[in-house]
């Protein structure tokens, strides 16, 4: 999809997009990142530290995120800037389905410069794992 500066208006909806995670995506995630911490492949140690079971990198989800923009634009090179808070995390059961995070956005602000704003919403398991999430996108006239 491609979407133009003409064509956006404040309020707009993003299509939403709905991401799975497995185990087998955070296996393939810590070898790409080179992040190998146990509480994203061992049940066991992130159960041991606290957390309810072992559970996505939070870049990993980022970058999920993200992907509702850059599908959005049809340029991830449109992407002009993006951040997020990590409030939760997403948490990815050894159950042969994972987990889903569900990702929705709306235009939030039509800048002076020729960028618009961009809201990010992302949820698993009927809880946000995001927070603040928003990205700038210069798009074409």
């Known amino acids: 999809m491609s979407v133009r500066m003409s064509e956006v208006a404040v309020g707009d909806q ?3 997009l709905s991401v799975p995670l497995t185990r087998a995506d955070l296996v393939r995630y ?3 990142s080179g ?3 146990p509480i994203h492949w061992n049940e066991r140690f992130a159960t041991g530290v606290g957390l309810p079971d072992v559970i996505a990198h939070g870049m990993l989800t980022m970058a ?3 992907r509702l923009v850059s ?3 049809g340029d991830p090179g449109a992407i002009v ?3 997020v808070r990590f409030t939760r995390p997403v948490v990815v ?3 042969g389905t994972g987990a889903l995070v569900e990702l929705s956005g709306k235009v939030a602000k039509k800048n002076d410069d020729g960028t618009v704003k961009v809201s990010i919403t992302a949820r698993s398991a009927d809880q946000g794992v ?3 999430a928003s990205a700038t996108v210069r798009l074409p006239e």
């Open 14 to 16: 993003l299509p939403a």
């Open 30 to 32: 810590a070898g790409a």
């Open 35 to 37: 992040d190998f911490n």
């Open 64 to 66: 999920v995120a993200g």
């Open 71 to 73: 599908e959005w634009t």
């Open 81 to 83: 800037h993006y951040g």
């Open 93 to 95: 059961p050894d159950d």
């Open 130 to 132: 995001l927070g603040g």
